[in-house]
């Protein structure tokens, strides 16, 4: 019940085209879903989150879709570019959450080809 | 300003050893948490602390400890490695202790254990 499934596990974009990262979870308590960008020999980075109380946030060509009922979120990416090539993990947590604070999907590879 | 810093950067240790990890965080930060990242596997939740006190663990055998400095900084430690131990091992540090403060990664340690 505390897992996040992430899909695809990877994926390969044409340089323009828009990427997609689909998650889905099945703990209702979960309030709060961030999404997290990481490089190679970096740690992970914000990109942007949202809460359950909307449906869709947009920060500049990265939207976060959210469906509550199908208990599904997704990451949009517009224009994917060269240097969108990276792994990325959603995330889901809950307030009430102690002893598993946030839990991370496993990943999806991108690469966005030049 | 200076991000998380973490040390060291890689470490290999023998079986049955014990290893120790540093994380400074970004001034102004109380919370660190600690995380183990597998390869190919997104993070895994260690440890929360927020002004010296723990406020979450996660599903870890007692083998893992961790502890925070009045400076904030926090030291993670593992006694009687296992060859499943080796991973990267993330620190983060957010101001406060709300599950949706704002992480940010360190680079992380690599450890290797033969």
């Known amino acids: 019940q505390q897992q996040v499934k992430q899909s695809p596990q990877s994926l390969i974009v044409q340089k323009g085209g828009i990427s997609i990262i689909n998650c889905a979870y099945e703990?209702?308590?979960?309030?709060?879903f961030p999404w997290y960008q990481q490089f190679p020999g970096k740690g992970p980075a914000l990109l942007i989150a949202i809460r359950p109380d909307v449906s869709e946030k947009k920060e500049g060509r990265f939207t976060i879709s959210f469906n509550k009922s199908a208990k599904q979120f997704s990451l949009h990416i517009m224009d994917s570019q060269p240097g969108d090539s990276a792994t990325y993990f959603c995330a889901a947590s809950a307030a009430s959450n102690r002893d598993d604070k946030i839990i991370f999907g496993k990943g999806t590879r991108l690469h966005i080809l030049p | 300003d200076a991000g998380v810093t973490q040390s060291p950067t890689h470490l290999i240790k023998t079986r049955g050893q014990h290893v120790t990890l540093r994380c400074s965080p970004i001034s102004g930060h109380k919370s660190v948490s600690w995380y183990q990242q597998v390869l190919g596997q997104g993070p895994q939740f260690i440890f929360q602390y927020y002004e010296k006190e723990e406020r979450g663990r996660g599903n870890f055998p007692d083998r893992f400890s961790a502890r925070q400095f009045p400076n904030y900084s926090s030291e993670l430690n593992v006694n009687a490695l296992l060859l499943g131990d080796s991973a990267l091992y993330l620190c983060?540090?957010?101001?406060?202790?709300?599950?949706?403060?704002?992480?940010?990664f360190g680079p992380g340690t690599r450890l290797t254990v033969l």
């Open positions: 703990n209702t308590a979960f309030d709060y």
């Open positions: 983060a540090s957010s101001r406060g202790q709300r599950h949706t403060d704002t992480q940010y």
